[in-house]
């Protein structure tokens, strides 16, 4: 089966992301061209299927070094896969794709934790990563291969497993006489800097530390529940920042690593707010909500400041995605921070709009049964390039 997938000139392959703010899934529907840096594509459709709030708050509560059982991950897992798999259907059915011409699917899950940082156990330095989301239902209620578990190869090999963005970034942005920034703003906010004319290997791609998981837990927190997020920062607007707090929060050991690095969501999500409200009590709810935002902004920026513009390459523009690039006081606050660069959303690239997430993982799935490295390891400090990501039979087998 595989084989006669790679034969074909043209797939129809979908893509399922649950980002790290496990707020829903997105799925995109693409039809792709070759591989590798020849790769080209169109987008035929995109679409989010939202979380129910009870299935988000659960979500979030499993996330991190001590939050959910085996049992409740197990279980999770399975539902999960149910869900994509229903995600999957669905988006062939609303751009009216016949679902027996779709080629297969590439998804990466919910991650519930990432550990980049290789610790040591008898006889060994481990690191590992987890997404959940059983490919086998996926692949048993689609009958399609299902290609899965990215990072997971990337860090066999050294890697940190992330970021993952960085080779499609490269694939559609790179350009003989600009260089460009990619900033992409999820839960975790990571950057990906394409000098002109640089080779794969020659860009630089890491987390630079806080994107919206902070806001998002405060705003849950502070509306009782009623809110999940800060839209369009109109909150943050209200508030003041509290510049003692910044300054400790600016202070994490995090921001002094050089890169390649990354970072589980929870480093800088739900429990690390409840220790900054335990810390900081009397703070009223905008201006903490205005101060967690500027950490994102001021992390973003110094990182990028310290960890490419300082570099010996120029850059003329930066280009936003992800759920941040929709909270305006985020987004005005990058602008004001880079007044010498031209700063637009990904929303101004119509190939791409807010599809870019789901799209890479459909844009990794190819890459796979291609036989083509998937991970860049200038970004992710991997020992060599690797084919990423498990396959898993469809109907037909492979």
């Known amino acids: 089966m595989l084989a006669k997938i790679r034969e074909k000139t043209e797939k129809i392959i979908i893509g399922i992301n649950s980002g790290t703010s496990a707020d829903g899934i997105d799925a995109a529907i693409i039809k792709i ?11 035929i459709g995109y679409e989010t299927y939202p979380y129910s709030p009870s299935l988000s708050q659960r979500l979030n509560r499993d996330m991190g070094q001590n939050a959910a059982g085996a049992a409740e991950l197990c279980l999770m897992s399975s539902y999960l896969g149910e869900l994509f798999a229903y995600s999957a259907k669905s988006i062939a059915k609303k751009f009216s794709v016949p679902f027996e011409e779709v080629d297969l699917i590439g998804m990466h899950g919910q991650t519930i934790y ?19 989301g059983n490919p086998a239902i996926v692949a048993e209620r689609t009958g399609k291969i299902v290609v899965s578990d990215f990072r997971s190869r990337d860090m066999a090999v050294g890697g940190q ?53 902070l806001i998002d837990a405060a705003v849950f927190h502070f509306s009782e529940g009623k809110k999940s ?3 369009n920062g109109v909150i943050a607007k209200q508030g003041t920042v509290i510049p ?79 759920g941040g690039a929709e ?69 037909e087998g492979i």
């Open 327 to 395: 909270n305006k006081t985020i987004f005005e606050g990058l602008k004001r921070s880079f007044p010498k660069l031209a700063v637009n959303t990904i929303n101004d690239y119509p190939i791409l709009g807010k599809a870019k997430e789901a799209v890479l993982y459909a844009f990794l799935a190819n890459e796979t049964i291609m036989n083509s490295r998937g991970n860049v390891p200038s970004a992710t400090g991997a020992k060599k390039p690797v084919i990423l990501g498990s396959i898993t039979p469809g109907e």
């Open 244 to 322: 003692e707090l910044l300054t400790k929060l600016l202070a994490h050991p995090y921001f002094k690593k050089e890169p390649p690095k990354s970072l589980d969501k929870e480093t800088f999500g739900r429990l690390y707010f409840q220790k900054i409200l335990k810390e900081n009590p009397g703070i009223s709810p905008a201006n903490m909500i205005a101060t967690l935002t500027e950490f994102t902004i001021k992390t973003i920026t110094l990182q990028i400041s310290e960890h490419m513009l300082q570099k010996s390459h120029s850059y003329e523009e930066i280009i936003v995605s992800g």
């Open 33 to 43: 061209r070759k591989s590798g840096l020849e790769t080209e594509f169109d987008v």
């Open 161 to 213: 497993g992330a970021p993952l963005v960085a080779y499609l970034d490269f694939v559609l942005f790179s350009h003989r006489a600009r260089g460009r920034v990619l900033i992409n703003i999820g839960g975790v906010a990571n950057v990906t800097g394409i000098p002109a004319s640089s080779p794969l290997n020659g860009i630089i791609a890491f987390d630079t530390g806080p994107g919206n998981a």
């Open 114 to 132: 990432h550990h980049p940082e290789p610790i040591a156990f008898p006889g060994y330095k481990i690191s590992g990563t987890m997404q959940i």
């Open 229 to 231: 997020f800060d839209e």
